[in-house]
């Protein structure tokens, strides 16, 4: 560390840790050691996930569930132990109430449509509403979007301030006695913005509404206590979080699953089927059908290990250091403006930001020549770019191996960029 870096506390141990991740050795053109600063894309692979992979397939490689010899029954110890693992990692109060998607998106999408498909009280109908907010991913706005086309059901959602956060004046107009689902991002992916979810999640219980939060930006970074959050389901996504691409969790509570139909069908998820009609197999296997994503699930279990390891307060913790850092040193940079709070408490350790009058796809090939990898675009996010005014931004995201070289790094690729471009 140097003395530029001295007053920064509650760093990891960052050399030791980067030494489990291959891809931080990488050097890109040429010659330059990569700087990974994308991880609220995807984030890197530790070697005992990737171990895990290939340990699976070398050796336990079978279907799950219905094999009754040696290899089989591995394979569905392995799957069902990760199912264990990602539910201690949540705290869930029982493993069942955690379902295998490939995906967050796909857990999103599981649960609009039951809540599409449902008897009352759940159903959302053209008598009801759904509340999301301005600033979420596409995958928590098109999904509820989709929803309201085919039920006729109301979509409203919140507006978000000048500085980024969510604009909470008129919760109680949002929020009413017709709300059947509010959904909403823990973390946003664009702003960083930690979101109050304990005022929303009041409000919505006083009217009896169900609450959905997307913590694809909130799993990887910090504590996810699902009984502490009271919200009625979690989505969230292996690949962010040291996982394999291809596996994503959506946690329920229990009474709720008993009661929902399911999204998909086939095998697996039935308990008889006969040319009539079929009924269903017990959470979570309703909602899991076909061969799933065995290998995955197998990683991210190896994945919450690695983490669980480390303490997710631990992780929290450095990434508030590099990302009060990271805020402090960009501020310095003449004509940049963060898009989102700027400031490092509320916030996640994703930043976006815009650079004078240079489209951030250029800001992004510039630095990509120097090996700094960062994120262009809109990120999945597009109404927050419309709020702002702007047509996308670059995004720099941390994560528990990223240094505060690495931000010195991007802040000089920054300046390299203004030079560049005159």
């Known amino acids: 560390m140097t003395s530029a870096h001295q007053g920064l506390t509650g760093l990891l141990d960052t050399e030791a840790i980067r030494k489990d991740f291959p891809l931080l050795d990488r050097l890109v053109h040429d010659d330059k050691k990569i700087v990974y600063l994308d991880s609220a894309a995807t984030s890197q692979k530790p070697r005992q996930v990737l171990d895990a992979l290939n340990a699976y397939y ?4 079978a279907n799950v569930h219905r094999g009754v010899y040696t290899v089989a029954e591995e394979a569905t110890a392995l799957y069902e132990g990760a199912r264990d693992k990602v539910a201690a990692f949540i705290n869930a109060p029982s493993r069942d109430e955690v379902i295998f998607t490939k995906n967050a998106s796909e857990s999103l999408n599981l649960v609009a449509n039951m809540l599409g498909w449902a008897e009352e009280p759940y159903r959302v109908d053209h008598e009801t509403e759904i509340v999301i907010t301005e600033m979420e991913h596409h995958s928590n706005i098109v999904p509820w979007q989709l929803l309201a086309q085919r039920t006729g059901a109301k979509l409203k959602w919140f507006g978000l301030t000048d500085d980024g956060r969510l604009d909470l004046s008129n919760i109680e107009e949002l929020i009413t006695e017709k709300t059947k689902v509010v959904s909403f991002t823990l973390v946003s992916n664009l702003l960083g913005t930690i979101n109050p979810v304990e005022t929303i999640i009041r409000r919505a219980q006083e009217v009896g509404a169900l609450v959905c939060i997307d913590a694809s930006q909130a ?16 989505a969230f996504t292996g690949h962010k979080m040291c996982g394999p691409t291809g596996i994503g969790v959506l946690w329920g509570r ?3 699953l008993e009661d929902l139909p399911p999204f998909l069908g086939g095998g697996e998820m039935i308990e ?10 017990p959470a979570p296997h309703k909602f899991e059908a076909g061969t799933p994503p065995i290998a995955q699930a197998v990683g991210l279990g190896a994945a919450v290990d690695y983490l669980s390891a480390i303490g997710m307060e631990n992780i929290a913790r450095h990434e508030h250091a590099i990302t009060e850092y990271a805020v402090r040193r960009l501020q310095e940079v003449p004509d940049l403006r ?9 916030r996640g350790a994703a930043i976006s930001f815009t650079l004078g009058d240079i489209h951030p796809h250029d800001v992004g090939q510039v630095l990509d020549e120097q090996g700094i990898a960062v994120r262009v675009g809109h ?10 005014g702007i047509p996308a931004t670059t995004r720099a995201s941390f994560y528990l191996y990223s240094t505060p070289g690495e931000v010195d790094a991007l802040v000089a690729g920054l300046e390299h960029v203004r030079n560049f471009f005159g």
């Open 58 to 61: 070398e050796r336990h490689n």
């Open 219 to 234: 799993a990887p970074h910090m504590v996810l206590d699902v009984q502490a959050l009271q919200a009625d389901f979690v």
């Open 254 to 256: 229990q009474e709720l």
């Open 272 to 281: 008889t089927v006969s040319m009539h009609s079929s009924t269903y197999a």
């Open 338 to 346: 963060i898009i989102g709070p700027t400031t490092a408490e509320d």
């Open 379 to 388: 990120h999945c996010a597009r109404p927050v770019c419309l709020r702002y």
